[in-house]
RNA sequence: GUCCCCGUAGCUCAGCUGGAUAGAGCAAUCGCCUCCUAAGCGAUAGGUCGGCCGUUCGAAUCGGCCCGGGGACACCA
């Protein structure tokens, strides 16, 4: 099943071939950039007649008069215009036809994408050495649309939290959960309600203590190594940790769970294979003590060779070491076809060097793809790292209940006459589905500047919004009262509708997009043109005080418009509601 | 020093493989609720797209050089 674009960008291409004889140019057809010129444009024969060097006006009316040999029954006409761009109109009749088919559901909203691949992502991987904090938020959120959207186009996703379980400071948590049980007893689990606060301490033990930190690097030793009484405590404090993690993601509605893990201690003793195999394949060398990978590509400071170290000099494994054995593991036990990272943009480098490595040593299959699904840093209003007024991390269950807690009072004073209960299911809904738009509807590759004021104003470009018209529509639906099903738009009486139906209808188009580039606010800013559509729709036409026909079609025009509209919030993790 | 990212309206940001007169939202000013939810709609105002040069029918987009900001760069993750 191809999108309208698809389909013309084919058959434009075929036009030019005939015309010109050149294979599989680019026909480079997109959405018409403004009204007056159609519903989508041909760009792609004016470089082709600069090619040719002939005259592209000429050219693009040869490709017209081929076009009309076809016969496409989605095309009213075609025209010419400006120095060889063809404009190309949408038949109504033909529109019409498809979304009909779509609303009454013989037709899928979002069609199975051709092939099905195995597609891994990891994402959100926090380090359960402390609690997650805002610093988890743009990974988690990002990660799990672009999960969501994969699956809907019918591949095989597998999630992966790539929890930091096995790292250098769990020594000292496990040594200061230690100490506070010898002196309290049982009470140890309690202290680990706060787990921001825990960690701190320890950390404090850590740096004061010269015994305590021996105890702690010693504990490192003892946990790796398989020592009972340290596992235990160990498992103890990650599950304390991962029911944190599976409050957050229930409340900010993430699709991650516990089988959804792939945490570094399971790669634990994989390590040394992965030594061994980088030996082999000749790519180890020992520089300071260290085992090294040193490829050419890699230039460090001074210009010298940079390493990849894979084993510190007294033993221990990096954290490059556990990701190249995870790039063995999704290659060759998982068979994956393509392996997203959802990880922060800084750590670029460092995903360099593991592909590249990994490729190099043949840790990865011939087949896969390996690609870093970079973000940015998430900022305070003054452009600086996103910190408390004390200088520590925003925990992220505070930001997102306050962003609730102000949805309840916006909600209250939108829509006092609400019942107290209805109210607070709104502002649940509402104050996440604001934090997460606000992510989402950013470009992921920049800086991400946090701001209640902005994101909270719940006005514009904002989830809100989006709900908003959503519950608009529901709320006609129920006010018509006539049982629906509201599956046949029969007539385009205004532009407006033939404006909203077209842009309906090419819904598909930007799943596609963001299903292979991984940009999901360009799905957020379709969703924010479509709304804005509606709500004109909304204001100059009328619906349930039309003519029975008219009232009929529009009625089903706005169904289509909630099907869409859920549908899209749906695959950002944005859940909708039918009064707000 | 090397490499990567960024610089678009007062603020926050879009701008898809170069495409037609650069778009939203917020903030500002002015209109629109006896009418389907005004968390809305319309209108006005606001830009030498950091700068210069180049590539070409055409550049915010591609290339080069500068300026400014951020980040990464050997035993943390």
């Given at each position: 099943m191809r999108t309208i674009k698809q389909f013309l960008n084919r058959q434009v291409s075929a036009a030019i071939e005939s015309c010109t004889g050149l294979r599989d140019s680019n026909a480079n057809v997109?959405?018409?950039?403004?009204?007056?010129?159609?519903?989508?444009?041909?760009?792609?024969?004016?470089?082709?007649?600069?090619?040719?060097?002939?005259?592209?006006?000429?050219?693009?009316?040869?490709?017209?008069?081929?076009?009309?040999?076809?016969?496409?029954?989605?095309?009213?006409?075609?025209?010419?215009?400006?120095?060889?761009?063809?404009?190309?109109?949408?038949?109504?009749?033909?529109?019409?036809?498809?979304?009909?088919?779509?609303?009454?559901?013989?037709?899928?909203?979002?069609?199975?994408?051709?092939?099905?691949?195995?597609?891994?992502?990891?994402?959100?991987?926090?380090?359960?050495?402390?609690?997650?904090?805002?610093?988890?938020?743009?990974?988690?959120?990002?990660?799990?649309a672009i999960v969501r959207i994969l699956e809907k186009q019918g591949h095989q996703v597998i999630r992966q939290n790539h929890v930091g379980d096995w790292g250098t400071q769990f020594g000292m948590l496990i040594c200061y959960l230690q100490e506070l049980q010898q002196t309290n007893g049982k009470e140890y689990p309690a202290a680990l309600t706060d787990l921001e606060r825990f960690y701190r301490e320890a950390k404090s033990r850590f740096d004061s203590d010269r015994k305590f930190a021996d105890r702690s690097r010693q504990a490192v030793v003892d946990l790796q190594s398989g020592d009972q009484e340290s596992q235990q405590i160990w498992t103890q404090f990650i599950e304390e940790s991962l029911n944190h993690c599976d409050e957050i993601y229930s409340k900010l509605n993430i699709t991650l769970d516990r089988s959804h893990l792939d945490s570094e201690s399971q790669y634990n003793d994989q390590l040394t294979g992965v030594i061994k195999k980088l030996s082999e394949e000749g790519l180890l060398s020992e520089s300071e003590g260290a085992k090294c990978v040193f490829l050419p590509q890699f230039i460090g400071k001074d210009g010298s060779k940079l390493p990849v170290i894979v084993q510190k000099s007294d033993g221990g494994y990096l954290y490059s070491t556990t990701d190249i054995a995870a790039v063995h593991h999704k290659s060759h036990t998982l068979d994956i076809d393509r392996a997203l990272y959802v990880v922060d943009a800084r750590q670029s480098l460092h995903f360099q060097q593991v592909f590249a490595v990994s490729k190099e040593a043949k840790f990865a299959t011939e087949k896969i793809s390996l690609e870093h699904i970079s973000y940015g840093t998430m900022m305070d209003s003054a452009g600086k790292p996103f910190k408390t007024r004390s200088g520590d991390t925003v925990k992220l269950i505070e930001l997102l209940d306050e962003s609730v807690s102000r949805a309840y009072t916006l909600v209250t004073e939108k829509n006092p006459d609400l019942a107290d209960e209805e109210r607070k299911v709104i502002s649940e809904k509402v104050g996440i589905a604001a934090v997460k738009y606000a992510d989402l509807s950013k470009n992921r590759t920049s800086d991400y500047i946090f701001d209640w004021a902005t994101m909270l104003s719940f006005e514009g470009n904002t989830a809100p919004y989006l709900m908003y018209a959503y519950a608009r529509i529901r709320s006609i639906l129920a006010k018509a009262n006539m049982g629906g099903p509201y599956e046949t738009i029969s007539e385009l009486k205004s532009p407006l509708e033939h404006l909203l139906l077209t842009k309906l209808i090419q819904f598909p188009e930007i799943v596609d997009t963001v299903a292979s580039d991984c940009f999901p606010n360009l799905l957020c800013n379709y969703l924010h043109e479509l709304a804005g559509i509606f709500m004109r729709f909304y204001e100059e036409c009328p619906i349930l005080s039309a003519d029975e026909d008219i009232r009929q079609s529009r009625l089903s025009l706005s169904n289509y418009s909630s099907l869409v509209l859920k549908q899209g919030l749906e695959l950002l993790g944005i859940e909708t509601l039918t009064q707000m």
């Amino acid at each position: 099943m191809r999108t309208i674009k698809q389909f013309l960008n084919r058959q434009v291409s075929a036009a030019i071939e005939s015309c010109t004889g050149l294979r599989d140019s680019n026909a480079n057809v997109i959405t018409a950039s403004k009204v007056e010129f159609g519903d989508y444009q041909a760009n792609g024969v004016m470089p082709i007649a600069k090619q040719l060097k002939v005259n592209p006006r000429e050219l693009a009316n040869q490709v017209i008069e081929e076009l009309r040999s076809f016969n496409l029954n989605i095309v009213e006409r075609y025209e010419v215009a400006g120095p060889g761009f063809i404009n190309i109109y949408l038949s109504d009749t033909e529109l019409l036809r498809r979304a009909n088919a779509i609303i009454n559901g013989k037709l899928p909203i979002i069609p199975k994408s051709e092939i099905s691949l195995r597609i891994a992502v990891d994402y959100s991987s926090p380090n359960l050495a402390k609690e997650m904090h805002v610093g988890h938020l743009r990974g988690t959120i990002i990660g799990d649309a672009i999960v969501r959207i994969l699956e809907k186009q019918g591949h095989q996703v597998i999630r992966q939290n790539h929890v930091g379980d096995w790292g250098t400071q769990f020594g000292m948590l496990i040594c200061y959960l230690q100490e506070l049980q010898q002196t309290n007893g049982k009470e140890y689990p309690a202290a680990l309600t706060d787990l921001e606060r825990f960690y701190r301490e320890a950390k404090s033990r850590f740096d004061s203590d010269r015994k305590f930190a021996d105890r702690s690097r010693q504990a490192v030793v003892d946990l790796q190594s398989g020592d009972q009484e340290s596992q235990q405590i160990w498992t103890q404090f990650i599950e304390e940790s991962l029911n944190h993690c599976d409050e957050i993601y229930s409340k900010l509605n993430i699709t991650l769970d516990r089988s959804h893990l792939d945490s570094e201690s399971q790669y634990n003793d994989q390590l040394t294979g992965v030594i061994k195999k980088l030996s082999e394949e000749g790519l180890l060398s020992e520089s300071e003590g260290a085992k090294c990978v040193f490829l050419p590509q890699f230039i460090g400071k001074d210009g010298s060779k940079l390493p990849v170290i894979v084993q510190k000099s007294d033993g221990g494994y990096l954290y490059s070491t556990t990701d190249i054995a995870a790039v063995h593991h999704k290659s060759h036990t998982l068979d994956i076809d393509r392996a997203l990272y959802v990880v922060d943009a800084r750590q670029s480098l460092h995903f360099q060097q593991v592909f590249a490595v990994s490729k190099e040593a043949k840790f990865a299959t011939e087949k896969i793809s390996l690609e870093h699904i970079s973000y940015g840093t998430m900022m305070d209003s003054a452009g600086k790292p996103f910190k408390t007024r004390s200088g520590d991390t925003v925990k992220l269950i505070e930001l997102l209940d306050e962003s609730v807690s102000r949805a309840y009072t916006l909600v209250t004073e939108k829509n006092p006459d609400l019942a107290d209960e209805e109210r607070k299911v709104i502002s649940e809904k509402v104050g996440i589905a604001a934090v997460k738009y606000a992510d989402l509807s950013k470009n992921r590759t920049s800086d991400y500047i946090f701001d209640w004021a902005t994101m909270l104003s719940f006005e514009g470009n904002t989830a809100p919004y989006l709900m908003y018209a959503y519950a608009r529509i529901r709320s006609i639906l129920a006010k018509a009262n006539m049982g629906g099903p509201y599956e046949t738009i029969s007539e385009l009486k205004s532009p407006l509708e033939h404006l909203l139906l077209t842009k309906l209808i090419q819904f598909p188009e930007i799943v596609d997009t963001v299903a292979s580039d991984c940009f999901p606010n360009l799905l957020c800013n379709y969703l924010h043109e479509l709304a804005g559509i509606f709500m004109r729709f909304y204001e100059e036409c009328p619906i349930l005080s039309a003519d029975e026909d008219i009232r009929q079609s529009r009625l089903s025009l706005s169904n289509y418009s909630s099907l869409v509209l859920k549908q899209g919030l749906e695959l950002l993790g944005i859940e909708t509601l039918t009064q707000m």
